[in-house]
């Protein structure tokens, strides 16, 4: 492919809910443009950006991917996304580089959960949008219902520059309302033919709405407009891209991606109306503490920001690079700003979903990729040596499932950190935590399918085979009533000899106030220089757990009086004098078992809040209280027991039709009731098992 000056360069991200005909509709564009001699098939697992086993086997993108093609002298970074939830980290990395946006909306299903999703967060990133109205050919579809949902959710910025001729079946062509003039598909390609006499005046009336919609954004074409004169076609579509490029104006085009019917059209107006790397604001990077704007300038310092990395086992570690400044040619000596550590871009390739073919070089705007970078992970940014400076990193959102990893042999287990930190670096959404308190290791994910394809590629790609266990619970213990006792070691079995005797009191503490040791030793009972070992080795046996094995938390214990001998008194004597008093003091002080509490934040629409407000109760939770939000939704917030949401990630998607998202974080703890002490125990018992 030839190297495109930043104004010839179109980076498109095309997002949609699962199942609108993304990975479709970029067959049809590669297609369109000569790229592929076939569209192929999610179904068949014949597409070029669903390469993958574990996309083949599902039949859904998993991951995004990369196909670039030329169209009308220019250069179209294609960006395929996954439309499932669960994968809403891959659409975050490809909204971060994307300079539009392309909504893929099934004119069968309408406006779904993942489309609302996604325009909020490119809105939330700046990024420009269209739509393109898919399956119109289908049963069902209706481009009047999907085109009112878009305006009803997403406002009046949505304007039709296409309207569809027949419907379902007949569904053959589209009306340009920028030129007045129709184009069928008849024989597969774009014919033009006069208006069909029925859509004739229905398209005067909207050519007249969309230009009127373009003009009050530019005050002399306005003023003209006024005085009888009619915009020309090029000045209409120069206004519009100018509104698409802020973001204000939303085009809505149509077709079908299977005909394909108005893909061509599709890419025309990509290239006509989508705004070019230099069209959007500057790069914005930190110096230090310092933001700092960065012109999008070939001729600028060399930078380049990593958007996404990909694990192959065969070629090693590739790195997808948006140019954000400069000119990024073959053998480019370049510094990793996090690590500090000097990367040499031996090779710049351009990658048509898994393939990759070289190039000369890669102007700011370019998106390329670069393989066998020692020390660069996601979100790196890599300047000149002299220039510290770092790209803004990707907003992701935050894990919100987790399973339990169990290597199946010892081999699996001296591979599972190594292998489990590279699929972390090609997935960054991804988060592993050793549990120190319940010895297990966490893989935590957005869903129950993004986690099974992380243990899928684990196996694929580094052999590691793994098994599934439940999370376990941080339970606690504490005690609800003072109590006291008398620790006592002594041994004599000849020789040296060991001595120690502590008395010791104990009372319950406020929740959260962990452990006090108090000393009211008094006329040398025990020696100054023991009375450490006391309390380390109360701290260790609270460690080790109470009745149930959870460690000892929330009270305060006192000695104040004690024995020793002279000769064989020693640290280790007082430390299990210490162990052996809490050990007899802790079935008399009332032991209780401690749940964790989480604060948890559910965001629905307010026709779901009822049945969240009661699911939250059955939960054995509490409402906090909720907040309405701008965009029409509300946050209901609350406390519900750690325990009750460890799968409610599955539980809420299905509870909201896949509209709810939620976040938690520990909040605090609280006595588990006595009647489901027996019972909860006994589970999580079955669970270390």
């Known amino acids: 492919m030839n190297v495109f000056p930043p104004e010839k360069i179109r980076n498109v991200a095309i997002v949609g809910h699962s199942g609108a005909g993304k990975t479709t509709l970029a067959e049809a564009l590669l297609y369109r443009a000569g790229s592929i001699g076939r569209i ?111 305006r009803d959710r997403f406002g009046a910025g949505v304007a039709p520059i296409e309207l569809p001729i027949g419907q379902e079946a007949s569904f053959h062509g589209v009306a340009d309302l920028f030129r007045d003039k129709a184009y069928v598909y008849d024989s597969g390609k774009a014919e033009e033919v006069e208006m069909p006499e029925e859509m004739v005046d229905r398209e005067h009336e909207v050519h007249d709405n969309l230009v009127e919609g373009i003009v009050v954004a530019d005050d002399d074409m306005l003023e003209r407009y006024l005085e009888g004169e009619v915009p020309s076609v090029e000045e209409l579509e120069r206004t519009m891209a100018i509104g698409v490029a802020d973001a204000k104006v939303f085009p809505v085009v149509c077709g079908s991606a299977t005909g394909p019917i108005a893909v061509d059209r599709l890419a025309d107006f990509i290239v006509e109306l989508g705004p070019s790397p230099l069209d959007r604001p500057p790069a914005v990077v930190t110096a230090g503490t310092e933001e700092v704007e960065i012109p999008r300038d070939p001729a600028g310092d060399p930078l380049a ?169 941080a339970y606690r213990e504490t005690i609800s009533r003072p109590t006291e006792a008398e620790g006592k070691h002594k041994k004599q079995s000849g020789g040296h000899g060991q001595f120690g005797v502590c008395h010791l009191r104990f009372r319950p503490l406020p929740r959260g106030q962990g452990f006090a040791f108090v000393d009211e030793i008094k006329g040398g009972s025990i020696p100054r220089q023991f009375i450490p070992a006391v309390e380390k080795g109360l701290v260790e046996t609270m460690d080790m757990g109470g009745r149930y094995g959870y460690p000892v938390v929330d009270l305060e214990v006192t000695v104040d009086d004690g024995k020793y001998h002279s000769v064989d008194s020693s640290e280790m004597a007082f430390k299990l004098a210490a162990r052996a008093g809490f050990r007899e003091a802790f079935p008399n002080a009332g032991p209780i078992v401690l749940e ?94």
């Open 40 to 150: 192929g098939t999610v179904e068949a697992g014949s597409t070029v950006t669903d390469y993958d086993p574990e996309e083949h086997a599902r039949t859904m993108s998993v991951s995004l991917a990369l196909a670039p093609f030329e169209w009308r002298d220019h250069k179209v970074n294609l960006i395929d996304t996954p439309g499932y939830a669960d994968f809403a980290g891959e659409l975050h990395a490809a909204l971060r580089v994307a300079d539009l946006a392309v909504f893929v909306v099934s004119a069968v299903d309408g406006v779904e959960v993942q489309t609302a999703y996604a325009w909020r967060i490119a809105e939330e990133f700046g990024v420009p949008r269209m739509v393109f109205i898919n399956k119109l050919d289908k049963e069902r579809a209706s481009f009047d219902r999907t085109l009112k949902e878009l």
């Open 305 to 473: 920001f990593v958007f996404k990395t990909i694990a192959d086992p065969y070629v090693g570690q590739i790195s997808l690079l948006k140019v954000v400044s400069g000119t990024i040619k073959p053998d480019t000596n370049l510094t990793n700003t996090r690590s500090g550590q000097d990367e040499r871009l031996a090779k710049i390739a351009t990658m048509f979903g898994k393939e990759t073919t070289l190039v000369e070089g890669a102007p700011a705007g370019d998106i390329v990729a670069a393989a066998k970078l020692s020390d660069t992970l996601t979100g790196d940014t890599l300047a000149p040596k002299n220039k510290p400076v770092k790209a803004q990193p990707i907003d992701r959102p935050d894990p919100v499932l987790a399973t339990a990893l169990v290597a199946r042999t010892q081999a699996d287990d001296d591979k599972l950190s190594t292998s489990l930190a590279r699929i972390l670096e090609e997935d960054a959404s991804l988060r592993v935590e050793h549990n120190d308190e319940t010895k297990q290791t966490l893989l935590w994910g957005m869903g129950e399918t993004h986690v099974s394809i992380a243990i899928e590629r684990l196996e694929r790609k580094f052999g590691v085979h793994v098994d599934q266990e439940p999370v376990r619970v």
């Open 596 to 689: 964790p509490v989480s604060k948890v934040a559910i965001t629905v629409p307010p026709e779901y809040q009822g049945d969240v407000m009661g699911d939250i109760a059955s939960r054995r939770g509490s409402v906090q209280g909720s907040v309405a939000n701008a965009d029409g939704t509300q946050t209901v917030e609350a406390e519900i027991p750690t325990s009750e949401i460890v799968r409610y990630a599955i539980d809420l998607r299905s509870l909201t039709q896949g509209w709810g998202n939620f976040s938690a974080e520990l909040d605090h703890y609280q006595e588990l009731p006595s009647h489901l002490v027996e019972r909860t125990m006994a589970e999580a018992a079955v669970d270390d098992d």
